[in-house]
């Protein structure tokens, strides 16, 4: 039987296709492969003997871990690269499930800008080109919202 809208939508939701950050037009290629490694690298993680990139190792592995990914977008549209890595556990990062680093490739390589425990989410609010970045969780309080100063991603709220 054909999905209905709403059906594909579920799906995708459970079978995690669905990415909470648009892409835009303006996207940079995919990474080289030794580029890529470097920005995982910088991230703090390891690459495990399987090629999985792995930052918080679970004891036991539980069905929950999702190994590193990356996600490769230009956050500020300067024409470089910035990269979103992300590791999911409810072993690692209890209710909330995943953490990830925001990074920015420097000529010296790759910077971290922002590393946190949950979900960021790009919001509308620009500072010199960057988004406010709201970091998501469970529940239903006030998230936090990290503001760009120039140089670093900062606490705003």
């Known amino acids: 039987m054909p999905l209905t809208p709403l059906g594909t939508l579920y799906t995708l939701l459970v079978t995690g296709l669905l990415v909470a950050m648009p892409a835009t037009a ?10 890529l490694a470097a920005a995982f690298t910088a991230a703090g993680f390891q690459q495990a003997a399987d090629d999985r990139w ?3 190792q679970e004891d ?3 069905m929950s871990y999702m190994p590193g990914e990356a996600e490769i977008t230009d956050l500020n549209s300067d024409g470089k690269p910035e990269a979103w890595i992300k590791e999911s556990s409810l072993f690692c990062y209890g209710n909330t499930g995943s953490a990830f680093v925001l990074l920015t490739r420097e000529s ?7 590393d946190e425990v949950g ?3 790009e919001l509308d609010a ?3 080109g960057w988004p406010d970045i709201e970091v998501g969780g469970p529940g239903f309080g006030q998230f936090p ?3 760009w100063n120039g140089h670093d991603y900062t606490l705003e709220k």
């Open 119 to 121: 979900m960021p989410l």
């Open 126 to 128: 620009r500072h010199d």
């Open 145 to 147: 919202v990290y503001r």
């Open 26 to 35: 303006a996207d940079p290629p995919a990474l080289a492969p030794d580029d």
């Open 108 to 114: 010296t390589g790759w910077r971290p800008l922002l």
């Open 60 to 62: 036991p592995p539980t």
């Open 54 to 56: 792995i930052r918080c």
